[in-house]
């Protein structure tokens, strides 16, 4: 497979995940303000996926400007990577419907914690391709900015039964950390 199939690839199941949260919105079945008020779990929680989808396609689309050709275990990789992502309606809708309850909300940082993970097997299977002297491989670097992500993710998925609302303060911290696009493959690749 080329590349470009595995972008275009990529870039329809995204498209789809973001399709399938906008349609779990409901609409207010009154022109109250409070009716509009009930939904906000449900606006932020999908405002928040919007944002992590979004910054998930914008460093893929990055990632695999970088890379040259693709292999079987990159193919797989994507696909781990993609799997998690379509899971986040799921948890999106399910954190928003019952308005940031603690196992929601937990469940919420586990997607986001495996999807992290997946991202990650998929640069490293793209570096193990490319070699670990190539541009990918210069941009990515240690990927402090990555590993602490995971990390962040790793203790907000308990920090839920404490309290909801710090974890999900966490995933907001970790979305605005990413929200600025990664420029170090872009960097690596002018240079």
Do not use: C
């Not at 689309?61 to 990789?77: E, F, I, P």
């Not at 019952?98 to 993970?117: C, E, Q, S």
């Not at 929200?179 to 170090?184: E, G, K, L």
């Amino acid at each position: 497979m080329s590349k470009s199939r595995l972008e275009a690839f990529s870039d329809g199941v995204i498209a789809i995940i973001i399709t399938i949260m906008v349609l779990g919105l409901t609409v207010p079945h009154s022109a109250d303000l409070a009716a509009l008020l009930a939904l906000a779990p449900v606006f932020l929680s999908y405002a928040l996926s919007f944002v992590f989808v979004g910054i998930y396609w914008n460093n893929h689309h990055h990632l695999l400007q970088a890379a040259t050709r693709v292999d079987g275990r990159v193919l797989w990789a994507n696909l781990n990577l993609l799997f998690w992502l379509s899971l986040t309606p799921f948890a999106t809708g399910w954190m928003g419907e019952n308005g940031f309850a603690p196992l929601p909300v937990a469940f919420y940082g586990v997607v986001l914690f495996l999807a992290g993970v997946a991202y990650n097997l998929l640069v490293r299977a793209l570096i193990a391709l490319h070699g670990r002297d190539s541009a990918l491989a210069t941009a990515i670097g240690s990927d402090l900015k990555g590993k602490a992500s995971i990390i962040l993710l790793l203790a907000a998925i308990p920090l839920a039964f404490v309290s909801a609302w710090l974890s999900w303060g966490l995933y907001v911290l970790i979305a605005v950390i990413w929200f600025i696009p990664d420029r170090r493959i872009e960097k690596a690749l002018t240079a």
